[in-house]
Nanobody, 125 residues
Framework: QVQLVESGGGLVEAGDSLRLSCAVS????????MGWFRQAPGKEREFVAA????????DYAASVKGRFTIARDNAANTVYLQMNSLQPEDTAVYYC??????????????????WGQGTQVTVSS
């Protein structure tokens, strides 16, 4: 059974940085594209970033482009989200997820089949 465990969240001030990690076990990590999503209180879960199986295709939400960087280490079965210049509106629970489709990346929640429990990111002003 595929399991995902996020880590690296926390409380930071506006302008600070955080790096989230998502460790995947129980499956063949390199056979999945990977995505990061976030959900703020009272809002729907939204796409943040995604990376294809070998890392050659990356997409970002417009709200994070230029500030966040997604990367993966297939040898370590881990995907990362480097978040710079954090703002209060980035406050949310961040989730990683696996995308089994063989080509490209999915921007929709519906494209993902396994999810982690999430890690809280809180940015104070």
């Amino acid at each position: 059974q595929v399991q995902l465990v996020e880590s690296g969240g926390g409380l930071v001030e506006a302008g600070d940085s955080l790096r989230l990690s998502c460790a995947v076990s129980g499956g063949t990590f390199s056979s999945y594209a990977m995505g990061w999503f976030r959900q703020a209180p009272g809002k729907e879960r939204e796409f943040v970033a995604a990376i294809s199986r070998r890392g050659g295709h990356i997409d970002y939400a417009a709200s994070v482009k230029g500030r966040f960087t997604i990367a993966r280490d297939n040898a370590a079965n881990t995907v990362y989200l480097q978040m710079n210049s954090l703002q209060p509106e980035d406050t949310a629970v961040y989730y990683c997820a696996t995308d089994p489709h063989p080509v490209g990346v999915s921007l929709s929640i519906n494209g993902y089949d396994h999810w982690g429990q999430g890690t809280q990111v809180t940015v104070s002003s």
